[in-house]
């Protein structure tokens, strides 16, 4: 039997772990890229799930949610650029947006030949539907509203105005499936670990 060629895609990807997030910011709760992707992936399948439920929706939603777990699959080689320097100009935003694209392929390139086309989909944002695009980076959004609001609960009021920022991003947004989601879901997150097992009347 001839001898598979090794792999270190999955190895590397692991490492996210070790990324954290927010780090111009003091944190109450630290937070990793990979509890972050996991987080978002399933708020990206709930968003989905509700749009094809309540609005109208025809989505391809498990699609939608493997693209949101390795949305940021590329911070295992970037790190975590925080949003403020990020975004900070056009030539910032540009010139790490070339460097996304390069990383995305640097991981394609640790899979094997036979693997690449089928885990491009996921890995290259510019791959994306216009809808997978559009409910991924909701969800990113909603998850970091959601970690603000959490910080703040623990006292941290340096998350206060990331908070109201993101908060109005998404209301100027205005995806009916966001609403649902903070209308429904949201309030949940604010509630001690014995209510959770109560049932909201």
Not at 127 to 138: D, F, G, I, N, Q
Request: hydrophobic residues 40%; charged residues 25%; contains cysteine.
């Amino acid at each position: 039997m001839t001898q598979k060629p090794l792999s270190h895609f999955f190895a590397y990807i692991s490492r996210l772990r070790w990324i954290k997030r927010w780090g111009l910011m003091r944190n109450a709760i630290e937070e990793n890229v990979a509890t972050h992707s996991w987080e978002v992936a399933t708020l990206a399948h709930a968003l989905a799930l509700i749009r094809n439920r309540h609005f109208g929706g025809s989505v391809d939603v498990d699609r939608i949610a493997t693209a949101a777990l390795y949305h940021d699959a590329t911070e295992v080689i970037t790190g975590d650029m925080p949003t403020p320097v990020k975004y900070h100009s056009k030539v910032m935003r540009e010139v790490f947006g070339d460097i996304e694209h390069k990383a995305q392929y640097e991981l394609l390139g640790l899979l094997p030949d036979a693997l690449q086309e089928d885990f491009a989909p996921y890995l290259s944002e510019a791959l994306w539907c216009r809808e997978t695009r559009e409910l991924v980076k909701a969800a990113d959004r909603l998850s970091a509203l959601l970690k603000c609001r959490a910080e703040i609960q623990a006292g941290n009021g340096e998350f206060e105005p990331a908070a109201k920022q993101i908060y109005h991003r998404l209301q100027q947004e205005n995806l009916p499936e966001v609403q649902y989601f903070l209308e429904v879901f949201a309030p949940g997150y604010q509630q001690p670990l014995d209510h959770l097992l109560e049932q909201p009347h």
